[in-house]
């Protein structure tokens, strides 16, 4: 925890943001309050307050800026690692309250825990501690060590599926899927006919292979030949001369 320590952008209305630190949560007209005092007995500690500033929660840490700065308080910066055993408090007659305890680290500013207690005057006062609550368990999977990449999580959408297409190999179904494949025609068997086995008495007497005999053909008409000329005709006139 430091006090006054925040390095703040050239305007000084920003913080200069720390090694892959990620803004979560900023609100303005917030309520400070950080008590050291140990029930107020002298010398024991501080009291550090403001009636109106900024929050800003990251990744790593609590960030308040006043909105009317001093020079005994002017910002606070508190790593999310020391704030522990927080709360909201609600009642009938005033604003929910954030509060939690501070430990002190060297050099911060404290010299032992400090009572911390937020005011928001918006309704977004349970905005801030669910997202504070969400960074500190994540904090607690890294075993309290400061994060490295702490960002919102998109929202889940399911993937879509591929087509398979013709030279798909693989399938995401539990049991592959036949595809269709191009291959040449399956043989067809060939039919020869059939012959009759020749009589046994054929099969005895010889032992050449007897095939049946071959289909009777078209006989063929005779053709009409010219008449014969007779021999008794008379002598033609050449044979007169």
């Known amino acids: 925890m430091s006090v006054n320590w925040v390095m ?12 892959n630190e990620t803004i979560f949560f900023r609100e303005q007209d917030v309520r400070f309050e950080l008590d050291n005092s140990n029930g107020g007995y002298p010398g024991a500690g501080v009291n550090y307050a403001s009636k109106s500033g900024t929050i800003i929660l990251t ?27 927080s709360k909201l408090v609600q009642s009938w007659f005033s604003a929910p309250v ?15 825990p400090a009572r911390l207690s937020i005011t928001f005057s918006s ?12 960074l500190r368990e994540r904090l607690q999977e890294l075993d309290g060590a400061a994060p490295q ?25 539990p049991f592959p899927m036949a595809t269709a494949t191009t291959s040449a025609p399956a043989p067809q068997p060939q039919h020869f006919p059939h012959y009759p086995p020749p ?10 292979p007897h095939y049946p005999p071959p289909p009777p053909q078209a006989q063929q008409q005779p053709q009409p030949q010219p008449p014969a000329v007779p021999s008794d005709l008379p002598p033609s006139y050449d044979e007169i001369r």
């Open 8 to 19: 703040l952008t050239p305007d000084g209305k920003d913080i200069v943001p720390l090694e």
């Open 59 to 85: 990744n790593q840490r609590i960030v308040y800026l006043c909105a009317a700065p001093t020079s005994f308080f002017t910002s606070a910066s508190l790593p999310m690692s020391n704030v522990q055993d």
């Open 149 to 173: 990449h702490l960002e919102q999580l998109p929202v889940y959408a399911p993937p879509s599926e591929p087509v398979p297409g013709p030279s798909a190999t693989t399938s995401s179904t």
């Open 123 to 134: 309704g977004n006062l349970h905005e801030f501690d669910a997202q504070y609550r969400s």
């Open 199 to 208: 009589p046994l008495e054929a099969r005895a007497t010889s032992s050449a």
């Open 98 to 112: 954030f509060k939690a305890v501070v430990m002190p680290v060297p050099g911060g500013g404290l010299k032992q």
